[in-house]
């Protein structure tokens, strides 16, 4: 069983940077594809961004494109999100998630079945 630790949350003011971590275990990650959502009060959980097993791949939501990257380690089974020009819209709890997918299927990573979800880390982005 996958157990996934998010952290590096916290408070920021606008425009400034954050980097989340989100640490594996209980599994072989790098045989899973790994991303990040959010869900802030009231809304609907958004995908943010995927990542292939092997890091070769990324993919983006259009809100974040080109402010946050997503990056990964297999030798620390840790997956990242650095999150840059932050906003306060940006204000949510952040959640890692993966699962076993291959290459293909990763594209589909927004609407794929993940298996594995981290407990969420809040992000909160003062103006």
């Known amino acids: 069983q996958v157990q996934l630790v998010e952290s590096g949350g916290g408070l920021a003011q606008a425009g400034g940077s954050l980097r989340l971590s989100c640490a594996a275990s209980g599994g072989t990650f790098s045989t899973y594809a790994m991303g990040w959502f959010r869900q802030a009060p009231g809304k609907e959980r958004e995908f943010l961004a995927a990542i292939s097993r092997s890091g070769g791949s990324t993919y983006y939501a259009d809100s974040v494109k080109g402010r946050f990257t997503i990056s990964r380690d297999n030798a620390k089974n840790t997956v990242y999100l650095q999150m840059n020009s932050l906003k306060p819209e940006d204000t949510a709890v952040y959640y890692c998630?993966?699962?076993?997918?291959?290459?293909?299927?990763?594209?589909?990573?927004?609407?794929?079945?993940?298996?594995?979800w981290g407990q969420g880390t809040q992000v909160t982005i003062s103006s």
């Open positions: 998630a993966g699962n076993r997918l291959s290459a293909a299927q990763t594209m589909g990573f927004k609407s794929a079945v993940l298996d594995y």
